[in-house]
C-alpha cells in the first residue's frame, strides 16, 4: 500500500495550498492517518493526524493555519494550508498511522512526496 501527496507547489508568503492523498490497493477510510513534512538536511516531522475515531492533532508550528481533513467516499484526504511562512517549505507526504506503546507509527512505505515552496 503506497499513499500519494499532491498539489504542493510554489506559493508566497501569506498564501495557501491544498495537498490531496490518494490511496491506491486501500480503502483507508477507518485508518488513523498523517501528514508529514521533511525540509532540506532536516528531519521528517509530523505535522497533522486525523484520527479515525475523530479529532484531529497538529503541530505547534502550524496549529490555527493547517486543517487536516478526508473524504472516504473519494478515498481521499487532505491538508489545507493557510498563512504560509517560508519554514513550511519542505516535502509533504502522507501515511497511514497507528498509535503504538505511545508512539505514532507509520504502516505503509512512503510515497514521492509533493513539494512546498513558500517564498518571501
Known amino acids: 500500500v503506497q499513499l500519494q501527496a499532491s498539489g504542493g507547489g510554489l506559493v508566497q508568503v501569506g498564501g495557501s495550498l491544498r495537498l490531496s492523498c490518494t490511496g491506491s490497493?486501500?480503502?483507508?477510510?477507518?485508518?488513523?492517518v498523517a501528514w508529514y513534512r521533511q525540509a532540506e538536511e532536516k528531519q521528517r516531522e509530523v505535522v497533522a493526524v486525523?484520527?479515525?475515531?475523530?479529532?484531529?492533532n497538529y503541530a505547534e508550528s502550524v496549529k490555527g493555519r493547517f486543517t487536516i481533513s478526508r473524504d472516504n467516499v473519494k478515498n481521499t484526504m487532505y491538508l489545507q494550508m493557510t498563512s504560509l511562512k517560508p519554514e513550511d517549505t519542505g516535502v509533504y507526504y502522507c501515511?497511514?498511522?497507528?498509535?503504538?506503546?505511545?508512539?505514532?507509527?507509520?504502516?505503509?512505505?512512503w510515497g514521492q512526496g509533493t513539494q512546498v515552496t513558500v517564498s518571501s
Open positions: 490497493g486501500t480503502a483507508f477510510g477507518s485508518d488513523d
Open positions: 486525523l484520527w479515525s475515531a475523530g479529532g484531529a
Open positions: 501515511n497511514r498511522v497507528r498509535l503504538r506503546t505511545g508512539q505514532l507509527r507509520t504502516l505503509d512505505a
